[in-house]
C-alpha cells in the first residue's frame, strides 16, 4: 500500500487509541510488525494554544516511523493551525478523526459527528491540507445509525477534498464498539473510492486480518483494542501459547516505558497494559496479581525480570 510517497511494507497499522499508542507502545508494535503506526487522538485546540498535556504527547523518535499523528477537532481555522505545527514534526502523516464515537468528543462536534456535518467535515479537510505537505488520512465509520449508512458517500467527499487515505470503522455511531463489524459495508467504501482504503473493527489476529483483507479488498487493516498485551498480532505468528513465550514483549515493553516515560507517573497505566499480557492466559493468575500489587515501577520490573529468569532457566511451571 502507498500513503501519498510513502510505500508501506506490511498491510497491518496500529490504530490511534486514546491513553494507550504512546511513543513506547508505537515503537513496540513496530518493532512486532506493524507497517505504520498512529499516536493517540491530539486536541487541535491543546496543539494551538500549545498546552502542555496535548505537547507531550507529539514525542516521536526515528525509530517509529514511520509515523502519523491524529487530530481531532470541529473548527476548520483550527484544524489548520494544528496540521501546520504538526507539519514541523519528523512524522509521515497527518489523520483526521471523524469516526470517534464517544461522548464528550461528539458534544463538541468532532469524531463522528462530523459524518453528520459533510461540508463542515469538507471544509476541515481541505484546511488541512492546505496547511502541510504530509500525506492526510481520515478516519471514519460506515454511518451514524443502521438507517443512516453515509460512508461510501463520505469516503468519496474525502477523496475529493485531498484525503490521502480513508480508514473506515465497520460500526456506526450508535453502535459504539458493540454489535458486529459490517464488512460488507466497508467494502462498498472500497468500490466507491480511488484512493487507498483500511478496514477497522474485530480483528483479534494476524489470520482475522487476512480475512478482512480478502472479504472487503480493502489495501490494509488497522487493529486497535486487540493490539493490547498482544503486539505479536502484527506479525504471521501471532501471540505466543504460554507465558515464557510472552515475557520478553512485555520485558521490552517495560524498558521503551522506562526510556521514555516518567515511570511512577505513568505506574497505573503501565500495570493495566502488563496485566493485559496475560489476560486469558491459563496459569497465570499468581503473575496477573503480582503485577497488580507492585507499588513502584522497579517493584514491578523486578516481578517481570524474575518471572523471565525463572522461564529462560526452564523452570516447570512455564
Given amino acids: 500500500m502507498y500513503l501519498g510517497p510513502l510505500q508501506l511494507d506490511s498491510p497491518f497499522i496500529l490504530a490511534p487509541l486514546a491513553g494507550y499508542t504512546d511513543l513506547p507502545f508505537r515503537l513496540l508494535c513496530r518493532e512486532h510488525g506493524a507497517a505504520l503506526v498512529y499516536s493517540e487522538m491530539l486536541s487541535c485546540h491543546g496543539l494551538v494554544f500549545r498546552q502542555k498535556n496535548t505537547l507531550e504527547m507529539l514525542a516521536t523518535v526515528g525509530e517509529e516511523r514511520p509515523v502519523a499523528m491524529q487530530l481531532f477537532g470541529a473548527e476548520p481555522e483550527f484544524m489548520g493551525e494544528a496540521a501546520a505545527y504538526l507539519s514541523q ?24 459527528a462530523l459524518m453528520r456535518q459533510p461540508k463542515l467535515a469538507e471544509e476541515i479537510i481541505q484546511k488541512v491540507r492546505a496547511n502541510t505537505n504530509l500525506p492526510v488520512t481520515v478516519k471514519i465509520r460506515i454511518g451514524w ?54 478496514g477497522n473493527g474485530d480483528i483479534h489476529s494476524y489470520q ?46 517495560l524498558h521503551l516505558i522506562e526510556r521514555f516515560c516518567p515511570v511512577e507517573l ?24 503480582k503485577i497488580y500489587e507492585a507499588q513502584s515501577f522497579p517493584g514491578l520490573k523486578g516481578v517481570i525480570e524474575d518471572y523471565l529468569s525463572e522461564s529462560e532457566a526452564g523452570c516447570e511451571k512455564f
Avoid at 470503522?169 to 482504503?197: E, L
Avoid at 486487540?226 to 515475557?247: K, Y
Avoid at 499480557?277 to 496459569?283: A, L, N, R
Fill in 208 to 253: 482475522e486480518g487476512l480475512a478482512m483483507l480478502a472479504e472487503t479488498g480493502c489495501d490494509a487493516v488497522m487493529i486497535g483494542r486487540a493490539a493490547l498485551g498482544n503486539p505479536f498480532i502484527f506479525g504471521p505468528a501471532d501471540r505466543p501459547a504460554t507465558v515464557a513465550g510472552i515475557l520478553p514483549a512485555l520485558a521490552r515493553h
Fill in 89 to 112: 514534526l519528523p512524522i509521515d502523516a497527518i489523520d483526521i478523526n471523524m469516526g470517534c464515537p464517544v461522548r464528550k468528543v461528539i458534544q463538541k462536534g468532532a469524531g463522528c
Fill in 145 to 198: 445509525t443502521h438507517q443512516e449508512i453515509t460512508g461510501p458517500e463520505f469516503a468519496k467527499m474525502a477523496e475529493g477534498a485531498g484525503a490521502a487515505a480513508v480508514t473506515v470503522h465497520g460500526r456506526t455511531w450508535s453502535d459504539g464498539f458493540g454489535g458486529t463489524v459490517n464488512r460488507a459495508a466497508i467494502a462498498q467504501v472500497k468500490k466507491a473510492v480511488a484512493i487507498p482504503v483500511i
Fill in 266 to 289: 505513568v505506574l497505573a497505566r503501565t500495570k493495566n497494559q502488563a496485566g493485559r499480557y496475560f489476560k486469558g492466559q491459563p496459569g497465570s493468575s499468581a503473575l496477573r496479581k
